[in-house]
């Protein structure tokens, strides 16, 4: 449904066309490709494939923001930037969804993500074969190294002149931001004191002008949606250049089945303002994120594939995976003001690899993350590691000192686990699909890995000369739910995202992981997204789809 | 005795000409909330703003009434929960049952609506259901006391934490569009940053 007060309601968008009217649209009678979902994947195969002159349609559930008058400097009032439509949730360790990991709009999660672009570093394409746990993916680290590299030119990746870990080292195409924060600059000397090596975070935000662009004023509101366009997005970036090339974008539509045609996808059907419509397409990939994929697939079963679209594997909605991201808040004796300029500017990968000293397998990234008020408070009452509560006199007290705290946060892997899962329940939504349940219970690796990284979080909090106070539980990103892989017995997809099961149709974004790595994923997201749009431009011209 | 601020002097709307004219009207209305509510009723809205006040430990009326009138719209909305664990009510029968197992539970404890308790009773009401500790079970059936709890504690919490009175309390900069941050190291703070007292 609509929500998201004061927004233009153009739901048609191509070359020299916004208009409120589904009667404009541009590829009515089909397309070559239809994209579902406008984020990370979608916008960077828009873009890709509308240039290599096929004929191209997003179809994106949420509104085409302007962060003019869109977005705010405010942390409540952003959450619409979320997917906010209810989910059930499930399993012991049950995630909170909506703005914290998801979006929904033009841009997707690009939009409120604090831009950090890491890579993955080679061992996590191949965990079961290295640790024993996971599983390998069907492609290597330099598989996707080109691809890699050009996300980073074409969006001017900002970032330090030597990284230290991984198969990349830099440099980066723009220079690393500096000044950087002071709760980034506590946590560098903190780790420098502790002998942790430390990086100023690689961002997809600008450090110098770029194509009209500004660099980054240190507003701090990322999280919020970037109003410079300093920040990259899908919505400012890849998505204009898309429509320039040709491609149609028709947003507040809400794709609800997948159609077939025998043994091959035919197109998707849409709801818009209460209305059902239909796209025809030669191909259709599905971007829609690892909760809204899944469903989809699961929702559009029918006769010959009673399991769900692309599932003779079973394996459609398994194997989720979120990162455990754990924050421990530490109050220091001077001034941190931890909601002053880009929310996260240092970090170390120190701990990422497997240590075979420690009583886990894989690893993790730790963030010095800055924090507003709404997130501090809410995270340090209502979701405490320990399970307990903060409230009344002893949460107003914590809060007084909010200048005084400075944050750590971790992005930790969660190995993949068959029964952390997206299902359909038995609750219809207000297209009358099945509302989603997603199940998720951390596995003893992953609980070791975390206490593991709180107690470095504090390490580092003390080695600031602060006391650590409060720690949360939370997790940050979703993986996985519709894995890649060599065998359609155990996946969903090809390395390229092409369903087993059916040829023309494809799936890209964070779904197709095999597993989460220990860092962000946007960079991974957009790099696997540019694989599919070369192996897609040559199949189609070749016609082999 | 009750722990001071450290910025007295400071008030963060003193900036509202420097952000943007959205931000503006986003918190121009949170400083003049409504008292009319389309969900709950007056009955519900006073015990709601009672417990809201223990939570949040504040006893301002303006910022009670904001929260009272947020939680209010964002329950009666026909937007989604984002999430829900299975086997919680959704949001409009959480709040109507957690109400009422809130007046429950102080009746049974203390002979009293939650209202009319002293400040410590309605304290320890709320540490028991906190604690999913409750003496009535019966109001409870449907509702885990600590499920109602967690999610009323985020809400409010959220809530308290966004109107600009608070956000002067804490000495938080808040709106920096368009104008951002230009001192952001350590130590360094913008002109029309709030300075600390120095003791």
């Given at each position: 449904m609509n929500h998201e007060e004061g927004v233009k309601r153009h739901c048609v968008h191509h070359a020299g066309v916004r208009s409120a009217?589904?009667?404009?649209?541009?590829y009515a009678e089909g397309a070559d490709v239809c994209i579902v979902g406008a984020g990370a994947a979608g916008g960077v195969l828009a873009y890709e494939l509308a240039k290599a002159g096929l004929r191209v349609v997003v179809i994106e559930a949420g509104p085409f923001w302007d962060p003019q008058t869109d977005?705010?400097?405010?942390e409540l009032a952003m959450r619409?930037?979320?997917?906010?439509e209810t989910r059930l949730v499930d399993g012991k360790d049950p995630l909170r969804l909506g703005h914290n990991n998801s979006g929904r709009g033009v841009g997707g999660g690009t939009v409120h993500f604090t831009g950090v672009f890491l890579r993955f570093h080679e061992s996590d394409f191949c965990t079961k074969t290295l640790d024993g746990v996971g599983e390998d993916w069907p492609i290597r680290y330099q598989d996707l190294a080109r691809y890699y590299d050009k996300i980073e030119r074409e969006i001017a990746v900002s970032g330090p002149?030597?990284?230290?870990?991984?198969?990349f080292h830099g440099p980066y195409p723009y220079p690393v931001?500096?000044?950087?924060?002071a709760n980034s600059q506590l946590f560098r000397e903190a780790c420098e004191k502790l002998g942790i090596e430390s990086v100023v975070a690689p961002l997809a935000i600008l450090s110098a002008p770029f194509e009209g662009r500004p660099p980054c004023?240190?507003?701090?509101f990322c999280n919020q949606g970037c109003m410079p366009n300093a920040k990259y997005s899908g919505l400012i970036h890849h998505i204009p250049k898309a429509i320039a090339e040709g491609a149609e974008v028709l947003s507040d539509c809400m794709v609800t089945e997948i159609r077939m045609n025998g043994d091959r996808v035919s197109g998707v059907v849409f709801s818009h303002g209460g209305q059902s419509y239909e796209q025809r397409a030669r191909v259709v990939i599905l971007?829609?994120?690892?909760i809204e994929t899944p469903r989809l697939l699961l929702a559009s079963?029918?006769?010959?594939f009673p399991d769900g679209l692309a599932n003779s594997s079973g394996?459609?909605?398994?194997g989720i995976m979120p990162h455990s991201s754990h924050d421990v808040y530490g109050r220091l004796t001077?001034?941190?003001?931890?909601?002053?300029?880009?929310?996260?500017m240092a970090l170390t990968q120190h701990f990422y690899e497997t240590d075979p000293?420690?009583?886990?397998?894989r690893g993790y990234t730790l963030i010095a993350h800055g924090a507003r008020p709404v997130a501090m408070a809410a995270a340090i009452a209502a979701e405490r590691e320990d399970g307990s509560f903060l409230w009344g006199e002893k949460l107003r007290e914590s809060m007084l000192d909010y200048n005084l705290y400075a944050r750590v946060t971790l992005v930790g892997e969660v190995l993949p686990h068959p029964d952390n899962a997206v299902t359909l329940s038995d609750l219809k939504d207000e297209y009358g699909l099945p509302i989603p349940k997603v199940t998720f219970s951390y596995q003893e690796n992953d609980r070791r890995l975390i206490k593991h990284a709180i107690e470095q979080m504090k390490r580092i909090v003390e080695a600031m000369g602060?006391?650590?106070?409060h720690v949360v539980s939370d997790t940050a990103h979703l993986m996985g739910g519709c894995r890649m892989g060599k065998d359609p017995r155990s996946s969903v997809v090809n390395e390229y995202g092409q369903t087993h099961d059916i040829p023309n149709l494809f799936i890209a974004g964070a779904?197709?992981?095999v597993t989460s790595g220990g860092g962000n994923p946007t960079n991974t997201v957009m790099a696997l997204a540019a694989r599919t749009a070369d192996k897609l431009v040559e199949a189609m011209s070749r016609r082999d789809v | 005795m009750a722990k001071q601020r450290r910025?007295?002097?400071?008030?963060?709307?003193?900036?509202?000409?420097?952000?943007?004219d959205h931000t503006r009207k986003i918190v121009v209305k949170r400083k003049a909330a409504?008292?009319?509510?389309?969900?709950?009723?007056p009955n519900q809205a006073l015990l709601l703003q009672a417990i809201v006040s223990q939570l949040v430990n504040d006893y301002r009326l303006e910022v009670l009434t904001f929260i009272v009138q947020h939680l209010d719209e964002s329950v009666a909305s026909?937007?989604?929960?984002?999430q829900r664990k299975v086997g919680v009510p959704p949001k409009q029968e959480l709040y109507r049952q957690g109400l009422a197992g809130v007046d429950a539970e102080s009746r049974k404890r203390y002979k009293s609506g939650f209202l009319s308790l002293k400040q410590e009773e309605q304290k320890a009401v709320l540490e028991a259901v906190s604690q999913g500790?409750?003496?009535?079970?019966q109001a409870w059936e449907q509702l885990s006391p600590v499920d109602f709890f967690k999610r009323l504690l985020y809400d409010a919490v959220s809530a308290y934490y966004s109107h600009p009175l608070v956000w002067s309390d804490i000495g938080y900069g808040g709106?920096?569009?368009?104008?951002?941050?230009?001192r952001v190291e350590k130590g360094l703070t913008d002109p029309w940053e709030a300075k600390a007292n120095e003791p």
């Open positions: 009217s589904m009667k404009d649209r541009k977005f705010a400097s405010d619409r930037l979320g997917w906010q002149a030597y990284f230290p870990w991984g198969a931001r500096e000044p950087i924060s004023i240190n507003r701090g971007a829609g994120y690892v079963a029918n006769s010959r394996w459609v909605g398994k001077d001034e941190v003001r931890l909601y002053k300029g880009t929310p996260v000293n420690r009583d886990f397998a602060g006391t650590p106070e779904s197709t992981f | 910025y007295p002097d400071y008030d963060v709307w003193k900036e509202n000409d420097k952000w943007d409504q008292v009319e509510h389309q969900f709950f009723d026909p937007i989604g929960e984002a500790e409750i003496l009535d079970r709106p920096a569009y368009p104008r951002g941050y230009v």
